[in-house]
């Protein structure tokens, strides 16, 4: 049985939102990647991602997100992703995703804004110091996205000494995306408007499927 309070997995969660694509050098992770000892350790390979993402249904109603994927990891004997910095919109969404999944959730304020050309805004704050805010413009043509291409996309977290394993499935639309401004302050979250993306893709009319975790020890 859940704890009072926790929304228990499986999550269906449906939204839009910008996905940063990012090949993360070592010296940039070691100094600004939020990595703990062990999970520094723990780093194979720098191809991560910062997310922005809008959610419009999910186990805990609507709210807001923006993460940070520092790259892939050797956890538990498997190769996988790690979070190592996160934010969302509200207080159901940070303690259900730390007990489900052991995702180190924090609350922050978020403002974003679709506009009618498909241009997305993204401004997150904590107690009223903005710290990270970006302009996603799309262009050209939309194509189809679904995680079933990327067998290795499963994220491997800690929770209480115990790592939990996350296989989420998702699929929807994107379009390649440029990015005007993007600003991120470093005390909060990874400066990444220092580093190039390898993409940027806008996705819209997505489906996920956040899952039960499997506890690996």
């Given at each position: 049985?859940?704890?009072?309070?926790?929304?228990?997995?499986?999550?269906?969660?449906?939204g839009h939102?910008?996905?940063?694509l990012?090949?993360?050098p070592?010296?940039?992770?070691?100094q600004?990647g939020?990595?703990?000892?062990?999970l520094c350790?723990?780093?194979k390979?720098g191809?991560g991602?910062?997310?922005?993402?809008?959610y419009?249904?999910?186990?805990?109603?609507?709210?807001q997100?923006?993460?940070?994927?520092p790259?892939?990891?050797?956890?538990?004997?498997?190769?996988?992703?790690?979070?190592?910095?996160?934010?969302?919109?509200?207080h159901?969404?940070?303690?259900?995703?730390?007990?489900?999944?052991?995702?180190?959730?924090?609350?922050?304020?978020?403002?974003f804004?679709?506009?009618?050309?498909?241009?997305?805004?993204?401004?997150?704050?904590?107690?009223?110091?903005t710290?990270?805010?970006?302009?996603?413009?799309?262009?050209?043509?939309?194509?189809?996205?679904?995680?079933?291409?990327?067998p290795?996309?499963?994220?491997?977290?800690?929770?209480?000494?115990?790592?939990?394993?996350?296989?989420?499935?998702?699929?929807?639309?994107?379009?390649?995306?440029?990015?005007?401004?993007l600003?991120?302050d470093?005390?909060?979250?990874?400066?990444?408007?220092?580093l190039?993306?390898l993409?940027v893709?806008?996705?819209?009319?997505?489906?996920?499927?956040?899952?039960?975790?499997e506890?690996?020890r």
């Amino acid at each position: 049985m859940a704890p009072a309070g926790i929304v228990p997995a499986p999550w269906f969660l449906t939204g839009h939102g910008a996905v940063f694509l990012y090949a993360f050098p070592k010296a940039f992770l070691r100094q600004f990647g939020f990595l703990d000892p062990d999970l520094c350790r723990q780093h194979k390979l720098g191809l991560g991602a910062v997310m922005a993402v809008k959610y419009d249904t999910s186990g805990v109603g609507p709210y807001q997100e923006l993460l940070f994927i520092p790259g892939i990891f050797r956890r538990g004997g498997k190769l996988t992703f790690a979070i190592s910095k996160i934010y969302v919109s509200t207080h159901a969404s940070a303690a259900s995703g730390s007990e489900n999944w052991g995702i180190p959730k924090e609350v922050a304020d978020f403002h974003f804004q679709k506009q009618g050309d498909g241009t997305q805004l993204f401004e997150v704050s904590r107690e009223g110091r903005t710290f990270f805010s970006a302009e996603v413009h799309p262009k050209g043509f939309s194509f189809p996205v679904t995680t079933k291409l990327l067998p290795l996309f499963r994220v491997v977290q800690e929770r209480r000494g115990r790592l939990l394993l996350t296989q989420p499935q998702a699929f929807g639309h994107a379009h390649l995306a440029n990015v005007p401004y993007l600003e991120a302050d470093a005390a909060y979250f990874p400066p990444v408007q220092h580093l190039k993306p390898l993409a940027v893709l806008a996705v819209q009319d997505f489906k996920m499927v956040f899952p039960v975790a499997e506890v690996l020890r």
